[in-house]
């Protein structure tokens, strides 16, 4: 079953199993409820496609419906499949008074009736352990590792744009067999970001940059300017899993020292945003776990497991 987020990814991964999707009715009201329908299902097992993309907060509450609406349309088994997971990033408190959003999304989804959950590249490991369900979590970062692979020269350097993303820096770098460094930065509010050092050398190498989502753009952009700034050579290359390019990501990032940005389709593009855009479909990835756990089978031999 698709959502309403990403259609196209839904339609791939059908396509692939070789089956149609079931199509949902979402009916608005005047005040912006959402109401969805679904046709009969009664004894099916139910995989919704719907990655909380931006606007998130109406993305999880069409998820919800849609969970609770198959519920009471008798499937026997519900997986919500959300290649991107909204709210992964509130996984602490960072001061007295703040909420842990992925566990209330986590727990809501849970309550409206879905049993197992399909996600990629999580921001945060810690979902599975909040989520009161199990959660597949799977990794797009060999299939683009395979792409970059293939234009990206042998004498690169695999960037961590923060400390947070070192683990994943030294996945690509293992994957790619090239060095990697690490830019420390200081986020001063939800969009500004001050990269403040860099630990390796890149001097006269080319650079790729590697995160597992892009939002505003300030950590990319504050990282290119320090590797930059420390002889890079000149068109860096940005990938990450998630590429949400809200608020100001495309001016910050349509610059001439960023050559390239490799994302997902986990979060649908759009054609025109302006930026060199390269986009890696995890159709097959999603479509490859689903027929597993469809027939029962495990996942420990999927090629891009978590």
Do not use: W
């Not at 009471?72 to 919500?80: D, K, L, V």
């Not at 495309?250 to 054609?271: C, H, K, S, Y």
């Amino acid at each position: 079953m698709a959502g309403t987020a990403n259609h196209a990814l839904a339609g791939s991964v059908a396509g692939i199993l070789g089956i149609a999707p079931v199509s949902a009715a979402v009916e608005r009201f005047p005040d912006g409820e959402l109401r969805p329908v679904v046709g009969g299902m009664r004894g099916a097992d139910v995989y919704l496609v719907q990655p909380t993309s931006p606007p998130v907060n109406e993305h999880v509450m069409e998820s919800l419906l849609l969970i609770d609406a198959c519920r009471r349309a008798g499937a026997a088994q519900i997986t919500a499949v959300m290649p991107y997971f909204g709210y992964a990033r509130q996984d602490r408190r960072g001061r007295s008074g703040q909420a842990i959003g992925i566990r209330v999304v986590a727990d809501a989804l849970a309550s409206a009736g879905m049993r197992r959950l399909i996600v990629t590249d999580p921001h945060t490991t810690a979902l599975e352990a909040i989520c009161a369900v199990p959660v597949e979590m799977l990794t797009a970062v060999p299939s683009l590792a395979r792409v970059l692979g293939e234009q990206v020269p042998d004498e690169a350097v695999v960037v961590a744009p923060d400390l947070g993303a070192v683990k994943l820096a030294e996945h690509y770098g293992a994957l790619l067999s090239c060095p990697v460094a690490v830019v420390r930065k200081t986020r001063l509010s939800g969009t500004r970001v001050v990269a403040e050092e860099l630990v390796g050398d890149v001097r006269d190498r080319p650079v790729v940059i590697v995160d597992d989502m892009i939002s505003t753009g300030g950590t990319i952009e504050a990282a290119a300017e320090v590797v930059a700034g420390h002889g890079a050579a000149p068109e860096i290359v940005v990938v990450a899993t998630h590429g949400l390019f809200v608020a100001s990501a495309a001016e910050r990032l349509n610059r001439g020292m960023i050559r390239r940005i490799l994302v997902t389709d986990t979060v649908a593009q759009r054609p025109d945003s302006g930026m060199p855009l390269d986009v890696c479909s995890v159709a097959p990835l999603l479509a490859d776990a689903i027929g597993r756990l469809y027939r029962n089978e495990p996942l420990d031999q999927l090629p891009a497991r978590a």
